[in-house]
T-cell receptor
Framework: AQSVAQPEDQVNVAEGNPLTVKCTYSVSGNPYLFWYVQYPNRGLQFLLKYITGDNLVKGSYGFEAEFNKSQTSFHLKKPSALVSDSALYFCAVSALTGANNLFFGTGTRLTVIP | NAGVTQTPKFQVLKTGQSMTLQCAQDMNHNSMYWYRQDPGMGLRLIYYSASEGTTDKGEVPNGYNVSRLNKREFSLRLESAAPSQTSVYFC?????????????FGPGTRLTVL
């Protein structure tokens, strides 16, 4: 069965500092991994995804994520945080084998402090 | 190009009342989804429709029914609302199903059941 863990409910970072939002996953077979962001009172917006190929994936708004198969992780990163990055971030996983659905983590609230 | 639209934005029901949440997408996507979002639980899939004419249960289907009216529209019905169904409901669509494609989300419906 697929599952996703986001070990941190809350991450605080100072503006201009690098940020990392952690995600680990469990799937049978090769994973398809996604990051979505949710701003207050809005739906989720796609940031980036890993399907295959290069382990470093670049996405919207300067975000990137690194796929690490041995550690079953897909951490979201950004070199320099902006106050406008403050939002709720969700990691999600699916696989062609098993249930053909997308499974979401519980979310990490990122606060960038001016 | 409106993307994914949902109506209503807000709704308050009494226990036992029924209602239908409407969702439409204008991206010519094949697959559509209904999720509920509860604090600390991320998004959970209620039902999905891989293609026009098909629907399948997700993780939490009890108490809900769906109709894929046509390629554009996918509605979610609560026949007899219960307080446990108080949640924020999101509709999403993707070109390809199976959880491997980017999903595009609507703005959500905030439902309170008294």
């Amino acid at each position: 069965a697929q599952s996703v863990a986001q070990p941190e409910d809350q991450v605080n970072v100072a503006e201009g500092n690098p940020l990392t939002v952690k995600c680990t996953y469990s799937v049978s077979g090769n994973p398809y991994l996604f990051w979505y962001v949710q701003y207050p009172n809005r739906g989720l917006q796609f940031l980036l995804k890993y399907i295959t190929g290069d382990n470093l994936v670049k996405g919207s708004y300067g975000f990137e994520a690194e796929f690490n198969k041995s550690q079953t992780s897909f951490h979201l990163k950004k070199p320099s945080a902006l106050v406008s990055d403050s939002a709720l971030y969700f990691c999600a996983v699916s696989a062609l084998t098993g249930a053909n659905n997308l499974f979401f983590g519980t979310g990490t609230r990122l606060t960038v402090i001016p | 190009n409106a993307g994914v639209t949902q109506t209503p934005k807000f709704q308050v029901l009494k226990t036992g009342q029924s209602m239908t949440l409407q969702c439409a997408q204008d991206m010519n996507h094949n697959s559509m989804y209904w999720y509920r979002q509860d604090p600390g639980m991320g998004l959970r899939l209620i039902y999905y429709s891989a293609s026009e004419g098909t629907t399948d249960k997700g993780e939490v289907p009890n108490g809900y029914n769906v109709s894929r009216l046509n390629k554009r529209e996918f509605s979610l019905r609560l026949e007899s609302a219960a307080p446990s169904q108080t949640s924020v409901y999101f509709c999403a669509s993707s070109e390809v199903g199976g959880g491997i494609d980017t999903q595009y989300f609507g703005p959500g419906t905030r439902l309170t059941v008294l």
